[in-house]
């Protein structure tokens, strides 16, 4: 509670996480409840404008825009929830052993890694969805995939730091073994690294599965979700431009959200990042 009250101190804290809330809470609503079935059609009522039945109109098949927002909020966000676990949990055990252990399992696991790395993030998914399919699951995989080597990269780095701490060598000196000195004693000083590029993950997959679901890769339709909604619109934006500039301003919003928080807690969780700031300021 501390934490968060010295984030909503912060300008970009307060902001980013006022914004993140209200995508979370759309996101929370739209999985069970919207104005109308998002994927019911009337085409008899194509294109509407904005009126008290529906507040955004109606798309090309006559579904009410802001019920499919909703339950897009909760696709996109939900996805990009799921894909954060296996990164962070397997890329902080494989981080934390070739870190901690080294040997052959460090130098075997970085050559691996940098080979991925040498390829961005979103060409690894887009070549998984290619083999898998579009699907829910095959989405969350591939994301997943992608950005487990920044997760195992960074855990490595702040455990190769941490093991030359003194109080490391103490508990080494008093006769704790070396998982016990690992789980007890370096691991809780990894997450504040750890929790700064989980935040600014979130935002990363949002755009990816925003991204894969524009190019037909993603959530397959009528299921919404902001990507695959904007690409629907693509083909009707001269003459009806809202359809496209609602869920980009909705990925906007998020994204904006997630940077802004995630600014906020690298500034209050690494103390050479406020430091470099406060001496900038003078």
């Given at each position: ?167 490391v060598e103490a508990s080494r000196a008093m006769g704790n073994s070396r998982l016990y000195t690992l789980i007890v ?42 990507g695959n909604i904007l690409s629907e619109a693509k083909a009707h934006l001269m003459r009806y431009p809202m359809l ?39």
């Open positions: 509670m501390k934490l968060l009250s010295r984030i909503l101190k912060k300008a970009n804290g307060s902001i980013g996480f006022a914004m993140l809330a209200v995508v979370l809470l759309t996101a929370v609503l739209g999985s069970v409840w919207t104005p109308h079935d998002p994927l019911k059609s009337d085409l008899m009522n194509r294109f509407s404008s904005a009126s008290a039945a529906h507040p955004f109109g109606t798309d090309m098949f006559g579904r009410d825009i802001l019920s499919r927002l909703m339950r897009g909020a909760w696709v996109s966000v939900s996805i990009g929830l799921a894909t954060l676990v296996l990164p962070v949990v397997l890329g902080t055990l494989l981080g934390s052993a070739a870190g901690y252990f080294r040997g052959w399992f460090d130098r075997l696991l970085m050559m691996v890694l940098d080979a991925l790395m040498a390829f961005p993030g979103l060409l690894i998914a887009l070549g998984l969805m290619a083999v898998i399919g579009a699907n829910r699951y095959g989405v969350i995989l591939a994301l997943s995939f992608a950005y487990l080597p920044a997760v195992t990269r960074v855990v490595r780095g702040s455990v190769l730091s941490i093991s030359q701490s003194e109080f004693h370096i691991l809780p000083n990894c997450l504040a690294p750890l929790i700064v590029l989980t935040t600014m993950m979130f935002g990363w997959v949002l755009l990816a599965e925003s991204a894969l679901s524009f190019l037909g890769l993603g959530v397959p339709p009528p299921e919404p979700s902001w496209g500039l609602l869920p980009g301003v909705c990925i906007s919003i998020a994204l904006l959200g997630v940077n802004l928080l995630g600014d906020a807690l690298r500034d209050e969780l690494d103390p050479k990042s406020a430091t470099a700031s406060s001496k900038e300021t003078l």
